[in-house]
């Protein structure tokens, strides 16, 4: 007796297609992990770049703060009192020069009288 192939209803592809089905289910699946991470990095990114602002900001502001205070004439020692010293000096120097000319013109018209009188 000889056994003859008998027809199996049953395919032997089913497992191959389940196969390949779940090779295509991980590639979609890391397709959207690398896109999750790509936004991920970029909000990483957006993040430490406003971190770096605020940092900036507050750094900023204390300097921007300390030079105000020392604009506030209180002691004697800030900027505006130098600034408030340097203007009085400037203005006892322009009436000092002011004063040295007009003698050195008086100077030189009594030099002059008395070079006409000789």
Same mark, same amino acid.
């Given at each position: 007796?000889?056994?003859?192939?008998?027809?199996?209803?049953?395919?032997?592809?089913?497992? $191959?297609?389940?196969?390949?089905?779940? /090779?295509?289910?991980?590639?979609?699946?890391? !397709? !959207?992990? !690398?896109? /999750? #991470?790509?936004?991920?990095? $970029? %909000?990483?990114?957006?993040?430490? #770049?406003? !971190?770096?602002?605020?940092?900036?900001?507050? $750094?900023? #502001?204390?300097?921007?703060?300390? /030079?105000?205070?020392?604009?506030?004439?209180?002691? #004697?020692?800030?900027?505006?009192?130098?600034?408030?010293?340097?203007?009085?000096?400037?203005? =006892? %120097?322009?009436?000092?020069?002011?004063? %040295?000319?007009?003698?050195?013109?008086?100077?030189?018209?009594?030099?002059? =009288?008395?070079?006409?009188?000789?």
């Amino acid at each position: 007796m000889i056994m003859e192939s008998i027809p199996v209803p049953v395919s032997f592809d089913v497992p $191959r297609i389940f196969f390949v089905a779940w /090779i295509s289910y991980v590639a979609v699946a890391m !397709a !959207a992990l !690398a896109l /999750i #991470g790509r936004y991920a990095l $970029r %909000a990483s990114q957006m993040i430490t #770049g406003v !971190a770096k602002l605020v940092k900036d900001a507050e $750094r900023n #502001g204390s300097v921007l703060a300390e /030079i105000a205070e020392q604009f506030r004439s209180d002691s #004697g020692s800030t900027l505006r009192d130098a600034i408030n010293r340097i203007e009085h000096a400037t203005k =006892n %120097a322009e009436t000092t020069a002011v004063e %040295a000319k007009t003698m050195a013109e008086k100077l030189e018209r009594l030099v002059i =009288n008395k070079n006409d009188k000789e």
